[in-house]
């Protein structure tokens, strides 16, 4: 006889899974696909990188002065920071962060979600655990302004990819994210890394248009 639902940890996995077809930057046109589990994986591939990248430029300082980051905890953060989108979906950045009324009841209500729904199947020590790692996901820790930063920076190099591609749509999310990173954000090894794509964006885009 078939079982007609999901026993409780499979209904954790199978809810998580819907990262894999919530669309990302759903009100800009693009050429492939961009769900919010290709940026979360993304996010967390270019954390690691970065942590050790800027690892291993403070152990060449020899300085008792520098925090060192703890890559694993960088590497959670990463993966657990939208996994809220999986119950509430992807809402777009402009909207949330330009309505501060928005933003605040939007921020509630995912907060609602993951503390009531995302992780109630789990043991619960392992769910008050994940709470309380995508509540600092991004925080003011050296690794969650890591994971912020990472945030932009995926999506920046999307945009780069859709550029080089011939998508002009994409050119207002790239300068967001550029300048988004640039202000808010002073991390040695992403800032040589972020000039090297603009300067390549923008011979790229003589050529073409």
């Given at each position: 006889?078939?079982?007609?639902?999901?026993?409780?940890?499979?209904?954790?996995?199978?809810?998580?899974?819907?990262?894999?077809?919530?669309?990302?930057?759903?009100?800009?046109?693009?050429?492939?696909?961009?769900?919010?589990?290709?940026?979360?994986?993304?996010?967390?591939?270019?954390?690691?990188?970065?942590?050790?990248?800027?690892?291993?430029?403070?152990?060449?300082?020899?300085?008792?002065?520098?925090?060192?980051?703890?890559?694993?905890?960088?590497?959670?953060?990463?993966?657990?920071?939208?996994?809220?989108?999986s119950v509430v979906?992807?809402?777009?950045?402009?909207?949330?962060?330009?309505?501060?009324?928005?933003?605040?009841?939007?921020?509630?209500?995912?907060?609602?979600?993951?503390?009531?729904?995302?992780?109630?199947?789990?043991?619960?020590?392992?769910?008050?655990?994940?709470?309380?790692?995508?509540?600092?996901?991004?925080?003011?820790?050296?690794?969650?302004?890591?994971?912020?930063?990472?945030?932009?920076?995926?999506?920046?190099?999307f945009a780069m990819?859709?550029?080089?591609?011939?998508?002009?749509?994409?050119?207002?999310?790239?300068?967001?994210?550029?300048?988004?990173?640039?202000?808010?954000?002073?991390?040695?090894?992403?800032?040589?890394?972020?000039?090297?794509?603009?300067?390549?964006?923008?011979?790229?885009?003589?050529?073409?248009?």
């Amino acid at each position: 006889m078939i079982k007609e639902e999901y026993s409780p940890k499979l209904e954790f996995f199978r809810r998580v899974r819907a990262l894999s077809y919530i669309e990302r930057c759903s009100n800009t046109p693009h050429i492939r696909a961009y769900s919010v589990a290709e940026h979360s994986y993304y996010i967390t591939l270019y954390s690691m990188i970065f942590a050790d990248m800027e690892n291993l430029r403070l152990e060449k300082l020899k300085s008792e002065f520098f925090e060192t980051y703890d890559v694993s905890s960088v590497m959670r953060k990463a993966l657990l920071h939208d996994l809220e989108e999986s119950v509430v979906g992807d809402i777009l950045y402009p909207v949330h962060a330009g309505d501060p009324i928005f933003k605040k009841a939007l921020d509630e209500v995912r907060t609602g979600c993951v503390e009531a729904q995302l992780f109630k199947e789990l043991p619960n020590s392992l769910r008050n655990y994940y709470i309380r790692l995508w509540k600092i996901a991004k925080d003011d820790s050296l690794e969650g302004k890591l994971v912020a930063c990472m945030d932009k920076f995926e999506i920046l190099v999307f945009a780069m990819q859709e550029i080089r591609m011939g998508n002009r749509d994409f050119w207002q999310l790239y300068e967001n994210a550029l300048e988004i990173i640039r202000v808010h954000y002073s991390i040695p090894s992403v800032n040589s890394v972020i000039f090297e794509i603009d300067e390549f964006v923008r011979i790229d885009k003589e050529r073409k248009f």
